[in-house]
T-cell receptor, first 115, second 109 residues
Framework: GAGVSQSPRYKVAKRGQDVALRCDPI?????LFWYQQALGQGPEFLTY????????KSGLPSDRFFAERPEGSVSTLKIQRTQQEDSAVYLC?????????????FGPGTRLTVL | RKEVEQDPGPFNVPEGATVAFNCTYS??????FFWYRQDCRKEPKLLMS???SGNEDGRFTAQLNRASQYISLLIRDSKLSDSATYLC??????????FGDGTTLTVKP
């Protein structure tokens, strides 16, 4: 079956532009996660949804970052007024239930470059 | 200090070698532990969960020491295809996972 998909795969933005990154989780997966991965570092947690409810957004670095999952399936991560430090790979993951010990399946990521 | 710390690496080993990676975590209330593998410019993929009793999957053995807040991964009989970055992951609660920065392994012929 299809895995987690993300689009676009690559995005170049000028500083100050708004961007929207999309994640299509595995069908039927209840939980969805967003991570930010800078070069040479591990993924950093941004936010977590269970169905349409955003249960944890403690990792969002500033109020320029906003995520939604309105129908409990597809999710969008929006970054307003992008800055150079936002350049990173944004990874989306989904899991069947989101309980502890539940495997997270990652998408290929969106590589964002802010010029 | 990062919440999850790993050996800095890189590890360069010949085929057939045994290699061990270590990881420490700071939150004693952490509930679940994992090793993920990430190939260059690819997404992380689950390698194995780590249980208190220790667990083995083929050439891979993972161990957890809750008292010392320490996790390890042992790879025996290294293959060229084992070359990757290995990420230690600690789950504080359902939905919140903290990743280490990874240890890079290169297995050479």
């Amino acid at each position: 079956g299809a895995g987690v998909s993300q689009s676009p795969r690559y995005k170049v933005a000028k500083r100050g532009q708004d961007v929207a990154l999309r994640c299509d989780p595995i069908s039927g997966h209840v939980s969805l996660f967003w991570y930010q991965q800078a070069l040479g570092q591990g993924p950093e947690f941004l936010t977590y949804f269970q169905n349409e409810a955003q249960l944890d957004k403690s990792g969002l670095p500033s109020d320029r970052f906003f995520a939604e999952r309105p129908e409990g399936s597809v999710s969008t991560l929006k970054i307003q007024r992008t800055q150079q430090e936002d350049s990173a790979v944004y990874l989306c993951a989904s899991s069947l239930s989101g309980g502890t010990q539940d495997t997270q399946y990652f998408g290929p990521g969106t590589r964002l470059t802010v010029l | 200090r990062k919440e999850v710390e790993q050996d800095p690496g890189p590890f360069n080993v010949p085929e057939g070698a045994t290699v061990a990676f270590n990881c420490t975590y700071s939150n004693s209330a952490s509930q679940s532990f994992f090793w993920y593998r990430q190939d260059c410019r690819k997404e992380p993929k689950l390698l194995m969960s780590v249980y208190s009793s220790g667990n083995e999957d083929g050439r891979f053995t993972a161990q957890l020491n809750r008292a010392s807040q320490y996790i390890s991964l042992l790879i025996r009989d290294s293959k060229l295809s084992d070359s990757a970055t290995y990420l230690c992951v600690v789950e504080e609660n359902a939905g919140k996972s903290t990743f280490g920065d990874g240890t890079t392994l290169t297995v050479k012929p």
